[in-house]
């Protein structure tokens, strides 16, 4: 099942944002969730997780402190919160959910869907 991520922006450094990955026909609570990106010219790589069972959250260690990943069951969607943005945070961000429901970070990604586009100005 693919996710869709919107929220993104053209944002000044310095600024906030806050994506959110939701779903039409499926729900999320429950399951495990994470938001990855892919910078221009890079792998794509994970920035934060949201476990199943229990929403505990694991951040990258270096975006720890500025990126933030919840879950709101009542909108079935998932948030990333993203502050004192960089030039280096400019990506596509993507949201995916692990097909086990209950499941824990990390995330068995079977399908991606297109991102949202995060531009950060210096």
């Known amino acids: 099942v693919q996710l869709q991520a919107s929220g993104g922006g053209l944002v000044q450094a310095g600024g906030s944002l806050r994506l959110s990955c939701t779903s039409s026909?499926?729900?999320?609570?429950?399951?495990?969730i994470a938001w990855f990106r892919r910078a221009p010219g890079k792998e794509r790589e994970l920035v934060s997780c949201i476990d199943g069972s229990d929403d505990t959250t694991h951040t990258t260690d270096s975006l720890k402190g500025r990126f933030v990943i919840s879950r709101d069951i009542a909108k079935n969607t998932v948030y990333l919160q993203m502050n004192s943005l960089q030039p280096e945070d400019t990506a596509v961000y993507y949201c995916?959910?692990?097909?086990?429901?209950?499941?824990?970070?990390?995330?068995?990604?079977?399908?991606w869907g297109q991102g949202t586009q995060v531009t950060v100005s210096s």
């Open positions: 026909g499926r729900t999320l609570n429950y399951y495990a």
């Open positions: 995916a959910a692990d097909p086990t429901y209950g499941s824990n970070c990390p995330v068995v990604v079977r399908n």
